[in-house]
């Protein structure tokens, strides 16, 4: 079992910045995937970045140039710093994370950009 902790969103204008963190405990030494999603009310779930052991990265074409994805091993924490947000990024942002037979997603986490 993994259990994850999202926290970092909230409410900023066009062209600031936030930075989500999403901290896993639990069976974290199964982990070998994480990664962030977010969803539009009325829209798809879609990838955001995401973050894999060796050093890969993948990021949305949306996204690239702006966000940044990061991990701190030590305290199995993913973070996501998102600069020069725009209002179209607003939605409720998911860290995700997979293990060999199962993944698990976080309570979601706010981001609202105003114009």
């Known amino acids: 079992q993994v259990q994850l902790a999202e926290s970092g969103g909230g409410l900023v204008q066009a062209g600031g910045s936030l930075r989500l963190s999403c901290a896993a405990s639990?069976?974290?030494?199964?982990?070998?995937?994480m990664g962030w999603y977010r969803q539009a009310p009325g829209k798809r779930r879609e990838l955001v970045a995401s973050?894999?052991?060796?050093?890969?990265?993948n990021y949305a074409d949306s996204v690239k140039g702006r966000f940044t994805i990061s991990r701190d091993s030590a305290k199995n924490t993913v973070y996501l710093q998102m600069t020069t947000l725009k209002p179209e990024d607003t939605a409720v942002y998911f860290c995700?994370?997979?293990?060999?037979?199962?993944?698990?997603w976080g309570q979601g986490t706010q981001v609202t950009v105003s114009s």
């Open positions: 639990g069976s974290t030494f199964v982990i070998y995937y």
């Open positions: 995700n994370v997979k293990t060999m037979t199962s993944e698990y």
């Open positions: 973050f894999i052991s060796g050093g890969n990265t």
